[in-house]
């Protein structure tokens, strides 16, 4: 079954605390993404993994960092959450490296930073 | 139209009507995605159009481009009230590797 999932779906936590999101795919998809979307902002990309520890910044990295140790699971973490990464965080996965295959999306992580 | 300075877009239609949503864009792309995302998912892909077809269809979606223009559309007939979503168009920024997406048309289909 293709599948990308994500874990947790909703996150509350405190300014300045941690925070990890996951997110793992059963495809063996090369490339996986993560991408905040805001309201009235669209989707915005935060990094790209293009496979195991080959990662590379996206549109908005400051303040988030990646892990990807296995092909199929890639971590978004955030040290000392500020208010301002409210958001709704989405993982996605690309079967191969090039930019104009299908992405394929989580249900995303809601994240609440109080 | 879902690039440049436009906002965020919003149509409201009743169920049985047939609508189009456009996006334009602004740098080469050598396909056009359509995605659909509905309330509290994530964005699934609709349809993919290559930089040499003018038009695809899948179901009651139509999807054409226009290279010379830089613009895409969608339509959808005889819309159901499933399929009030989000529709994001999206191309390939083939010299960063990387997808991207418009701000998105709100749809609503109303029953």
């Known amino acids: 079954d293709m599948k990308v999932t994500q874990m947790p779906r909703y996150l509350i936590k405190r300014m300045g605390e941690n925070v990890l999101l996951e997110c793992g795919q059963d495809?063996?998809?090369?490339?996986m993404y993560w991408y905040r979307q805001d309201p009235g902002l669209g989707l915005q990309l935060i990094y790209i993994s293009y496979d195991v520890d080959s990662n590379s910044e996206g549109d908005i990295p400051k303040g988030y960092r990646v892990s990807r140790k296995k092909r199929e699971h890639f971590s978004l973490i955030l040290d000392s959450a500020k208010t301002n990464q409210t958001s709704v965080y989405f993982c996605?996965?690309?079967?191969?490296?090039?930019?104009?295959?299908?992405?394929?999306f989580g249900h995303g992580t809601k994240l609440s930073v109080l | 139209s879902q690039w440049g300075e436009e906002n965020l877009q919003a149509l409201s239609i009743q169920e049985g009507e047939d609508v189009t949503m456009n996006c334009s864009y602004k740098?080469?792309?050598?396909?056009v995605q359509w995605y659909r995302q509905k309330s509290g998912k994530g964005p699934a892909q609709l349809i993919l159009?290559?930089?040499?077809?003018r038009e695809k269809r899948s179901g009651r979606l139509r999807a054409t481009l226009d290279t010379s223009s830089q613009s895409s559309s969608l339509s959808i007939t005889g819309t159901l009230a499933t399929d009030t979503a989000v529709y994001f168009c999206?191309?390939?920024?083939?010299?960063?590797?990387?997808?991207?997406f418009g701000k998105g048309t709100h749809l609503h289909v109303l029953p």
């Open positions: 996605a996965s690309t079967a191969g490296q090039l930019s104009n295959e299908r992405l394929f």
């Open positions: 999206a191309t390939d920024d083939t010299n960063a590797y990387k997808v991207i």
């Open positions: 159009i290559r930089s040499n077809e």
């Open positions: 495809m063996s998809h090369e490339t």
């Open positions: 740098t080469y792309t050598t396909v």
